[in-house]
């Protein structure tokens, strides 16, 4: 248009600048942006590992869990001894071997 005499040369002109300026916006946006992609892959990679120790925490904790169960060392079967109430309960300490605020005894 402006070499065919339909817009000024300053308008044609003005408009080169914006084009110019407008490709070297985006060069710089490209590389911001493919920059950003290394950065966002970089912090997924972190939180990918945070997700795999804590996967194998949970199986970690799951193994003690199932190791805290109670099963017996030979087989059988249990059987129920019959036993009076406090027959041989003895007490570990009486009334006056009980420590005081202090930490000392009673006397």
Do not use: C, F, H
Request: glycine share 8%; proline share 5%; aromatic share 4%.
């Amino acid at each position: 248009m402006g070499r065919e005499g339909l817009v000024s040369p300053l308008t044609a002109k003005l408009s080169a600048v914006r084009a110019e300026n407008l490709v070297t916006r985006n060069r710089i946006e490209q590389r911001r942006l493919t920059e950003m992609r290394g950065s966002v892959e970089a912090q997924l990679a972190v939180q990918q590992a945070e997700v795999d120790r804590l996967q194998a925490l949970v199986g970690l904790r799951r193994s003690q869990v199932s190791q805290l169960q109670v099963r017996p060392g030979i087989a059988g079967m249990l059987q129920q001894v019959p036993v009076e109430w406090a027959s041989r309960w003895v007490p570990a300490r009486t009334w006056r071997g009980w420590p005081t605020r202090s930490g000392s005894r009673r006397s």
